[in-house]
């Protein structure tokens, strides 16, 4: 892929690592509802480690937060991704649900569409230290771009498990998956030891959060209420879903986020020029309301060819924010408070995201009936229009 002119080499391996992160995500969150209905799960047992594994990332990210600027970027991005390949490992030979489950919490496991992991505020502050400001939002919307599209490739990949097997092996091919992931977290590390120091920043630029507190507070609380939303909505949730409504297959279900996927990821490239004219803020939120307004009406869709229509209206627009809201939180505070915004803004997102999927798995498990789309898509219009009256005044020096 080709990166912003003022680019260096270590945005290139963020990018690939952020690929490899990505591809394995995108079949995991198919992979994992089939894996536990496979041992004998329910879907509130699907929903309850969906919870657990988001409630982990958030504490995890909160350590980092709060330790990011006193120690090495490129040995906790290597940590990181030691864990990630552990994660794999444990899913692949663990059955027992309380071992999954204290794998899940201490583990990388993302059943989101996004990425919601300790890599996040790691990657993101090392992403800022490797262009210009000039180039920043396209730069993060490339890495946006390179792992919706990765993930929408490993959700075709889950099509292996139908591919590869019966409905007797189905279980030994899900193993095996849970093993590539492993084996994408080993070259993830590869990938982040030949960072190079200027990833650390200075010592100058690394500190806690001091003049824009108040400002990352009233961000971080604004993108829970929108994590809270997404949480009833991850793929792996929406997999169920589907699997319930419509009877899919796990090809079926992996064609389908390989579709949404590539729109989110057209998209993204989109919003670097859209937010160029309109600003970061207003790209946000017109993108945001009406893609949230056609995961609501989802729901009521009586076949699937109405659903998918929805779905893919959907994803052509709900990501463009994404890029947006990461540049914007960087450039509305000072340098040196960046790695602490990042995980800031994170670490909430990822509590309140943990709340929904068991609320979502049991409501899935009493109706087939779309009731988490529901819940998700106005929980997020109601902060799509708090943002909008918080922060549409407040530009990022780029737009002054």
Wanted: hydrophobic residues 55%; glycine residues 8%; proline residues 5%.
């Amino acid at each position: 892929m080709i990166i912003p002119p003022t680019a260096t080499d270590d945005a290139r391996r963020v990018l690939i690592a952020r690929s490899l992160r990505a591809f394995g995500d995108g079949f995991i969150a198919i992979v994992l509802p089939l894996h536990l209905f496979a041992l004998s799960y329910t879907a509130t047992t699907v929903g309850i480690i969906a919870t657990v594994a988001m409630l982990g990332s958030a504490v995890l990210t909160l350590v980092v937060g709060v330790r990011a600027h006193a120690m090495s970027r490129r040995f906790l991005m290597q940590l990181s991704a030691c864990i990630m390949c552990l994660t794999g490992l444990g899913f692949a030979f663990g059955q027992n649900v309380w071992l999954l489950l204290a794998i899940a919490f201490f583990g990388t496991l993302n059943p989101s569409s996004g990425d919601v992991s300790v890599f996040v505020p790691l990657e993101h502050t090392a992403l800022s230290h490797s262009t210009s400001p000039s180039d920043r939002t396209a730069l993060f919307a490339r890495y946006s771009f390179v792992g919706t599209v990765a993930a929408a490739l490993g959700s075709l990949a889950a099509g292996l498990v139908d591919w590869l097997g019966d409905n007797r092996d189905h279980l030994s091919i899900i193993q095996g998956m849970f093993l590539i992931y492993a084996a994408s977290g080993a070259i993830t590390w590869t990938l982040y030891r030949r960072l190079s120091p200027a990833v650390e920043g200075t010592e100058v630029e690394a500190s806690p959060l001091g003049p824009s507190r108040t400002r990352v507070c009233q961000l971080a609380v604004l993108f829970s209420l929108d994590s809270f939303g997404g949480g009833f909505v991850l793929n792996t949730l929406i997999a169920v879903w589907l699997f319930q409504r419509f009877g899919l297959s796990a090809t079926e279900a992996g064609s389908i986020f390989f579709a949404t996927g590539l729109c989110s990821a057209c998209s993204q490239l989109v919003a670097a020029h859209v937010a160029r004219r309109i600003g970061l803020i207003n790209t946000m939120v017109f993108t945001h309301l009406p893609a949230n307004l056609f995961l609501a009406i989802a729901a009521f869709a009586p076949t699937l060819p109405i659903a998918l229509i929805l779905l893919v209206l959907r994803s052509l627009l709900s990501q463009m924010d994404v890029p947006a809201r990461t540049s914007y939180v960087m450039a509305v505070v000072q340098p040196a408070e960046r790695p602490a915004a990042a995980s800031f803004t994170a670490v909430p997102r990822s509590l309140t995201a943990a709340l929904s999927p068991a609320i979502a798995g049991w409501l899935l498990s009493a109706s087939p009936f779309g009731w988490p789309l529901v819940i998700a898509g106005t929980t997020k219009i109601v902060y799509d229009l708090c943002l909008w009256r918080l922060f549409s005044k407040v530009k990022p020096p780029e737009e002054h």
